[in-house]
């Protein structure tokens, strides 16, 4: 798992990132945990970043449908495709709807979490 400098490289390294927590049944907790950590940078209330809140409600709806342990392949997929895009339309907001320091923290917390 190499650290990802930009969230564009994240977003590249999703599949790889995620599929090595696949493989050990730790794939629900670390989607929770990023989840849980990005959710808490992009409160409702602030429209211009309705566009995250969205991709973190894709994720936080994919983890709640694993189950605990070994999630399907098509799971891991999907979880994927949708960390993939949530990390191209944080790249894409940045100083169009988030702060820099949003995408920083967005690109920590996905570093941190896998």
Not at 27 to 32: D, F, G, H, N, V
């Amino acid at each position: 798992m190499a650290t990802a400098t930009t969230l564009p490289i994240a977003a590249g390294q999703a599949f790889d990132n995620l599929q090595l927590w696949w493989i050990i049944g730790a794939l629900k907790t670390r989607i929770a945990f990023f989840c849980s950590t990005v959710n808490a940078l992009f409160p409702q209330s602030v429209e211009a970043t309705h566009p995250i809140s969205n991709w973190v409600a894709v994720l936080f709806a994919i983890e709640e449908q694993m189950p605990v342990g070994i999630a399907t392949i098509t799971e891991l997929t999907d979880a994927a495709e949708a960390l993939y895009r949530m990390c191209w339309m944080t790249f894409t907001l940045i100083n169009n709807g988030i702060t820099p320091a949003q995408g920083a923290a967005v690109l920590a917390a996905y570093n941190g979490s896998f």
